[in-house]
């Protein structure tokens, strides 16, 4: 069909002003990379290091930041004592590698990749970390912590008071970030989960019947408290930087420093607890201590950035570099978590396999 050359020449204007939009829009999207990848180098290059804290073999640096962010959240802790929150199976029958929280409350609540939850069927940790909705139902990634049992203890999840130790979680990271990589899903390796904490089982000497690492943090309960003691938060502090032996173990932050004050004793657990356990680390070395957690936090910055959907609010983004794994939940150009990790030098480098969703579901009954 010919057209006048008047409409042949407004169709070839509406064509170039369809195609100024898509370029607009990839532009926008590239833009908002960008922005992502800086707001967590800017935050990064902003961190102070408080003095060094020392117990043993452990090093812990206090993270403070120049200002808080501006973004509010509630902390699970909170958000359960409120009772905004409510975290089920996701049926009566349940499924391992996922769970259901209702936030019923009118602001968002921030979970932290490996963050224990206590109860229903058996005990979880979070796959990633997650800024969930307000008024809003969402299915969350997990792994299970608990390898022998499959029953209910009680029909909803509480705080255990827990995060998973350093080294575990490390290893969930990096099998989360292949996931992603490989189906786009937060799912981790959990053969290598409970791998995890049947080693440290063996280490702290903690039998429990059910394998529960939750029974390991009980069993040392009094060199914990000691820690609690020594690894006391500070001021304006947002985050922790950990050396283990003289060497970099790993460090979290969050964006706002009330939310880190809820969170600093699960965090400095799930740091000195590996760490008070390793027969191999040497002795903390504090005056070469803030040198090597600068070389750390200059390898984070080097290290390759993918970005992924996350579940709830926010982008998250991933890193990995020379046996290093981690993470950072980005919203309207906020760093709201982010958790970076030395790898185990021990670990093969070659691909591991990703526990199958037979192995995955078979406690379930």
């Not at 992502?36 to 206090?62: D, E, F, H, T």
């Not at 699970?76 to 769970?99: H, K, M």
């Not at 499959?150 to 996931?179: I, P």
Request: charge should be positive.
């Amino acid at each position: 069909m010919s057209y006048p050359p008047c409409h042949d020449f407004a169709r070839k204007l509406k064509r170039r002003a369809r195609e100024s939009s898509k370029a607009g829009r990839f532009r926008s999207a590239a833009q908002e990379r960008i922005a992502m990848q800086n707001a967590v180098k800017n935050r990064l290059q902003s961190l102070q290091l408080g003095a060094a804290q020392i117990y043993k073999n452990v090093v812990l640096l206090p993270i403070v930041a120049p200002a808080d962010g501006t973004f509010q959240y509630r902390t699970l802790g909170e958000a359960l004592a409120l009772q905004d929150i409510v975290i089920t199976e996701v049926s009566a029958a349940g499924s391992v590698p996922e769970l259901t929280v209702i936030n019923r409350g009118n602001g968002s609540v921030l979970l932290i990749d490996g963050e224990e939850l206590a109860g229903a069927k058996q005990n979880r940790v979070l796959n990633t970390s997650i800024l969930l909705k307000e008024n809003s139902e969402t299915r969350i990634p997990v792994s299970c912590t608990e390898q022998g049992r499959w029953s209910y203890a009680s029909m909803a999840f509480s705080e255990s008071g827990h995060v998973m130790a350093y080294k575990s979680r490390s290893r969930k990271t990096r099998s989360v970030h292949r996931s992603l990589e490989a189906c786009g899903a937060p799912k981790s390796d959990q053969g290598e989960v409970w791998d995890g904490i049947n080693e440290l089982q063996a280490k702290a000497c903690a039998s429990s019947p059910t394998s529960a690492m939750s029974d390991v943090y009980r069993a040392r309960e009094e060199d914990l408290r000691q820690c609690d003691r020594i690894f006391q938060a500070v001021p304006g502090q947002i985050g922790l930087l950990a050396l283990i032996g003289g060497r970099p173990a790993g460090m979290d932050m969050v964006s706002l420093a009330s939310a880190y004050t809820r969170l600093h004793l699960k965090l400095v657990r799930s740091y000195t607890l590996e760490g008070l356990l390793d027969p191999k680390a040497e002795p903390a070395k504090p005056d070469a201590a803030a040198a090597t957690a600068r070389e750390f936090l200059d390898e984070i910055l080097a290290s390759d950035e993918r970005e992924f959907r996350s579940i709830g609010y926010g982008t998250d983004c991933r890193y990995k570099g020379n046996a290093l794994a981690g993470a950072a939940l980005v919203h309207k150009d906020e760093v709201i978590h982010a958790a970076f990790f030395r790898l185990d030098d021990a670990e093969p480098s070659q691909p591991e396999r990703m526990a199958s969703y037979r192995s995955r579901r078979r406690f379930v009954r």
